[in-house]
């Protein structure tokens, strides 16, 4: 009755309710599957009997229909200058709103800024009427940019006292209630398809491991309140300082947060950069220079971290890393160019630095040519490389060795059963063991290919995460 993939079964399924005349979107009804499979803990879509993808489909669609009928599907709930919102609707509106007028004022995160309308809804304030309609624009973003300033937060610890992780430890800080934030935690971990999402979260990969050892999270996680009623600007340094104080207890390796204390995390993160010879978060400092540069604060954010992926390893305050973004930014984006993340790097050209671009339009070369010239020399990314000897041919090529195709067909025990399952799909699939053959299954370019396949040969993992993410 049902195809193989889950696209296909869905895909039918949404013929099927269009011609019963509901209209759902191809998203939607996946959000529905997953919640479904979530509720009844069923195992992944391969791995489902075909009684259970046939039950697994009719609950879904069953479940689709009553919210449809019930009116709750796609409900927009708020009602603004006579459009109708949903509330993620409503809230990357004001998001975008806040970020052209570049404001130092925040948001607060989705489920909290939904949660406080209704409380505005149901005590009929000057701000939103009982029956959703918002009397005024500018006191909504004012509301609910108030309330992350005045919403008390609090830092909280995960334990983990048994298990595959025991010993390991999480730091966090909430606006909401600490269980609800631990269900969030759980649910984003343990949902379909999270390992290769967040391959890298090693609170996700932590709660997995040990929901896998038991179901009952009683018997392997302790949470303790750490501090409470604390103001946000207070909340951030305590915990940055805390994740310090853990890490020196336990080990950088037993802390569980998205990399070592300061780094990015939550909403505004904990990273500690410099900028202007002051100490900011990371993701106020991001906003501090797109203020100055009067630019979008997203374009900022996109060239940031591609900037900052070369200084991973190094502390960002003695780097002063931002205050290199600003003056880089202003130099090639105030011409109306992209900007990539290889502009970060510089490379020496008659005693000067210039970016690859830069060094193409002096010489006259292709940035294509300049590239690959440093590449065959190893020090493509090298920051401060003689270009000046690289494009004079004084320093000598090197052999360049791509690891073979058959050395990513090696199953390890890092790599999640899901994921391995789809590396075994593509190997019995792809016709010849080529790197130009894979390319041609994954609809990907050979070079492409080659280059990740070098950059990633000790982690194979990483390797087919990146061209696996979207096959189902």
Not at 90 to 112: C, F, K, V, W
Not at 158 to 178: L, N, R, S, W
Request: hydrophobic share 35%; glycine share 6%.
């Amino acid at each position: 009755m049902f195809k193989i993939t889950r696209i296909v079964a869905l895909k039918d399924l949404m013929i099927e309710l269009k011609g019963h005349g509901y209209e759902v979107t191809e998203s939607a009804l996946k959000s529905c599957f997953d919640r479904v499979q979530r509720k009844y803990r069923l195992p992944s879509w391969y791995n489902m009997s075909v009684e259970q993808r046939e039950e697994t489909l009719l609950k879904a669609r069953s479940k689709l229909i009553h919210s449809i009928e019930s009116g709750m599907h796609r409900r927009k709930s708020w009602v603004l200058d006579g459009a109708g919102y949903t509330t993620r609707e409503l809230y990357r509106l004001i998001g975008q709103d806040l970020a052209i007028r570049h404001s130092e004022m925040q948001l607060p995160t989705e489920q909290n800024f939904g949660r406080y309308l209704a409380r505005l809804k149901k005590s009929a304030s000057d701000v939103i009427e009982r029956d959703g309609t918002i009397i005024s624009h500018e006191a909504l973003i004012h509301a609910t940019t108030n309330f992350v300033k005045t919403a008390p937060c609090t830092i909280y610890q995960i334990d983990f006292i048994q298990g595959p992780h025991a010993g390991k430890k999480y730091v966090g800080m909430t606006q909401c209630a600490v269980s609800e934030r631990i269900r969030w935690h759980v649910m984003n971990a343990t949902r379909p398809g999270s390992p290769e999402k967040n391959p890298r979260n090693r609170l996700y990969k932590a709660l997995r491991d040990s929901f896998n050892f038991s179901s009952k999270s009683e018997r392997w996680l302790s949470i303790r309140i750490l501090n409470t009623d604390v103001k946000l600007a207070e909340a951030k340094a305590a915990e940055s300082d805390h994740c310090e104080i853990v890490a020196a207890e336990i080990g950088q390796e037993n802390l569980l947060n998205v990399a070592r204390p300061g780094s990015v995390g939550g909403r505004s993160g904990t990273r500690r950069v410099m900028y202007k010879k002051k100490k900011y978060y990371l993701h106020d400092g991001v906003r501090a220079v797109a203020r100055d540069l009067k630019v979008d604060d997203k374009d900022t954010a996109k060239f940031i971290a591609r900037y900052l992926y070369h200084f991973r390893e190094q502390p960002l305050c003695d780097q002063h890393a931002l205050d290199a973004v600003a003056e880089r930014f202003a130099r090639i984006g105030s011409s109306g160019g992209q900007l990539y993340r290889e502009d970060a790097i510089h490379y020496l050209l008659n005693g000067k630095r210039f970016c690859i671009r830069e060094a193409a339009n002096i010489t006259g070369r292709k940035p294509d040519q300049i590239r690959s010239a440093l590449r065959c020399r190893g020090l493509l990314g090298v920051e401060n490389a003689d270009l000046t000897q690289v494009l004079s041919g004084s320093i000598p090529t090197i052999s360049i060795k791509t690891p073979d195709t058959s050395h990513f067909y090696q199953k390890s025990d890092d790599i999640a059963k899901d994921l391995w399952r789809k590396v075994e799909r593509v190997q019995s699939n792809c016709l010849g063991k080529s790197w130009l053959k894979l390319a041609l299954y994954l609809g990907a370019k050979e070079s492409s290919l080659r280059y990740t396949a070098r950059r990633f040969e000790n982690d194979v993992t990483a390797f087919w995460n990146k061209f696996l993410s979207d096959h189902i």
